[in-house]
């Protein structure tokens, strides 16, 4: 059955998960007293993270390497276009500093694995199958993108970096440990090993999605209020316009490397997504003097909404008219 764009928005809007993360956008505008203990959001996000690592290692020890090469080359790629193309844009274009630019460049390289998960959650809706090495590639993308962006900073400003401190933080920060860990634990156990855990990690995933998606509603809607004093109207439409740039490039990436329907979609996403997680880590270890209010306003107050209601039924829609595939 076809599904055009509208339905398929619509379908994306009205999934439970997206709808969670409405509930707190509403709760944070309506001043309700609803939070969450900071305990029970790290608990969340590190099932998320692992389970998320798990499936994908397992995938991954089906996958031969004929299969992986391709496409975990083009991602590199990809992880290094994106932070040179959004560094002059935001620094030449924006005015911004270097360290604002290069802080932005990180952040938008980097990748969201929310906006990955919801992804995945709206192929498997409507049947549209998915490789099961792209945790791997999500992986893949963090690190040279991060690096990329700092030596960006440390260029224009003609500093000195102490690399091996930044790079062992973002390495045994929690979002990337996690999910590298668990990619070696699945990949490790294989699928009889997954078997025995798969009941805790598979069942319940969508419903602890749903809890942490209502606690990034509350986040995000506190982010938006920094938009009135901190943020500039040139970094609003950075963050409005430069993920479908960004998603444009992961969809090339993806159709040139050999990826299905499904994992272009996956890829572009990806690309046009930004980190509010270990970027930030990384940023405000190696450039303290780059203001939040900027990178994190951007990514996670408008960016991150913006994918995960229109913006993954539009690259998966683009990737249908760059396929030829009609479902």
Same mark, same amino acid.
């Given at each position: ?18 709808? &969670? ?9 309506? %001043? ?30 089906? /996958? ?15 992880? *290094? ?22 802080a932005l $460049? ?9 906006t ?10 409507? +049947? ?14 963090e ?6 962006g700092?030596?960006? *900073? ?18 045994? @920060? ?10 070696a634990i699945?990949?490790?156990?294989g ?6 855990v ?26 938006? +209020?920094?938009? %009135? @004093?901190?943020?500039t ?5 950075? *963050? ?9 490039? @992961? ?17 572009? /996403?990806?690309?046009?997504? &930004?980190?509010?997680?270990? *970027?930030?880590? $990384? ?7 780059? +203001?939040? @209010?900027?990178?994190? /306003? $951007? ?7 913006? +994918? ?20």
């Amino acid at each position: 059955m076809s599904i055009d764009l509208l339905e398929l928005i619509r379908l994306n809007l009205f999934s439970p998960v997206v709808l &969670a993360f409405v509930a707190g956008l509403i709760a944070t505008f309506v %001043r309700s007293d609803l939070r969450f203990p900071e305990a029970l959001y790290t608990a969340l996000s590190i099932y998320i993270l692992l389970a998320i690592g798990l499936k994908g290692g397992v995938e991954l020890s089906e /996958t031969s390497i004929a299969e992986f090469w391709k496409p975990a080359l083009a991602s590199l790629i990809l992880g *290094a276009t994106i932070p040179l193309l959004c560094f002059p844009v935001a620094r030449y274009i924006g005015r911004l500093s270097v360290t604002d630019s290069a802080a932005l $460049a990180a952040h938008y390289g980097s990748v969201s694995v929310v906006t990955f998960v919801v992804a995945q959650t709206l192929l498997v809706q409507i +049947n549209v199958p998915v490789e099961g090495f792209m945790t791997a590639i999500l992986a893949i993308l963090e690190l040279p993108s991060i690096l990329i962006g700092l030596i960006l *900073a440390q260029v224009g400003l003609k500093t000195k970096t102490q690399w091996g401190p930044t790079i062992q933080n973002i390495l045994t @920060g929690k979002g990337l440990y996690l999910l590298i860990v668990g990619m070696a634990i699945g990949f490790l156990g294989g699928r009889d090993g997954f078997n025995k855990v798969e009941p805790f990690f598979v069942d319940p995933f969508n419903g602890v999605l749903m809890f942490f998606l209502l606690e990034m509603g509350m986040v995000t809607a506190s982010r938006l +209020n920094e938009l %009135r @004093g901190k943020t500039t109207i040139f970094v609003v439409l950075f *963050a409005l316009i430069m993920p479908f740039i960004n998603g444009a490039l @992961g969809l090339l990436a993806g159709y040139l490397s050999g990826l299905s329907l499904g994992g272009m979609t996956v890829l572009a /996403t990806l690309a046009a997504s &930004a980190s509010y997680i270990v *970027a930030t880590v $990384a940023v405000r270890l190696a450039l303290p003097q780059a +203001n939040p @209010g900027i990178y994190l /306003t $951007a990514s996670l107050g408008i960016t991150f909404p913006l +994918n995960i209601t229109v913006g993954i039924p539009l690259y998966f829609a683009m990737a249908r008219l760059l396929t030829g595939d009609t479902l």
